[in-house]
Antibody
Framework: QVQLLQSGAEMKRPGASVTVSCKAS????????IHWVRQAPGQRLEWMGW????????KFSQKFQDRINITRDTSATTAYMQLSSLRFDDTGIYYC??????????????WGQGTLVTVST | SYELTQPPSVSVSPGQTATITCSGN??????VSWYQQKPGQSPVLVIY???KRPSGIPERFSGSSSGNTATLTISGTQAMEEADYYC?????????FGGGTKLTVL
């Protein structure tokens, strides 16, 4: 069965960086993209960016493009999201989600369990 | 930037029909997805490509779209469907979510 297993909760200081991993299993990693979506406490879902599991191409939301990087390790079928220069309002739950490549409609059909990132002094 | 607007809350009695709207410029020309999110859980896809149901989603969930508005309809709403619902669309290679609608089943 398809699973996306994310790394555990993180607590970081303002100005630091955080890396969240997303281990995929149960499907062909290179046939799908991995997207990253975050949710601040009590707030809406917010799309951050994605990586093509096949060729590694990435695209980022304008809001995050100066601070985010997404990579993947195909041998480990794992995607990574790194967010730098953390601020207090980066606190939230970060999700990875799967989308079929070359689709007319980017639907997130499987989601990770979420990773809580807390930015605090 | 593209925006999707949802009502913050919708209430429905058990067994009745719940209707949740999502508005955006020319939204009827785009594919819309809908997600259900219960407290403390990850979102679940309930409608994709505007009107299709993933396997495992009950038939009482349906979606439609026209003009600037997409609609999620839940027929015969059950208490288990009390959750937040988010619409999502794709515009200029950017994915956009609506603000979410809290569905209360009273």
């Amino acid at each position: 069965q398809v699973q996306l297993l994310q790394s555990g909760a993180e607590m970081k200081r303002p100005g630091a960086s955080v890396t969240v991993s997303c281990k995929a299993s149960g499907y062909i990693f290179s046939d799908y993209a991995i997207h990253w979506v975050r949710q601040a406490p009590g707030q809406r879902l917010e799309w951050m960016g994605w990586i093509n599991g096949g060729n590694g191409n990435t695209k980022f939301s304008q809001k995050f493009q100066d601070r985010i990087n997404i990579t993947r390790d195909t041998s480990a079928t794992t995607a990574y999201m790194q967010l730098s220069s953390l601020r207090f309002d980066d606190t939230g739950i970060y999700y990875c989600a799967r989308v079929a490549l070359y689709t007319r409609s980017p639907d997130f059909d499987y989601w990770g369990q979420g990773t809580l990132v807390t930015v605090s002094t | 930037s593209y925006e999707l607007t949802q009502p913050p809350s919708v209430s429905v009695s058990p067994g009745q029909t719940a209707t949740i709207t999502c508005s955006g410029n020319h939204l009827g020309d785009k594919y819309v997805s809908w997600y259900q999110q219960k407290p403390g859980q990850s979102p679940v896809l309930v409608i994709y490509q505007t009107s299709k149901r993933p396997s495992g989603i009950p038939e009482r969930f349906s979606g439609s779209s026209s003009g600037n508005t997409a609609t999620l309809t839940i027929s015969g709403t059950q208490a288990m469907e009390e959750a937040d619902y988010y619409c999502q669309a794709w515009d200029s290679s950017t994915i956009v979510f609506g603000g979410g609608t809290k569905l209360t089943v009273l």
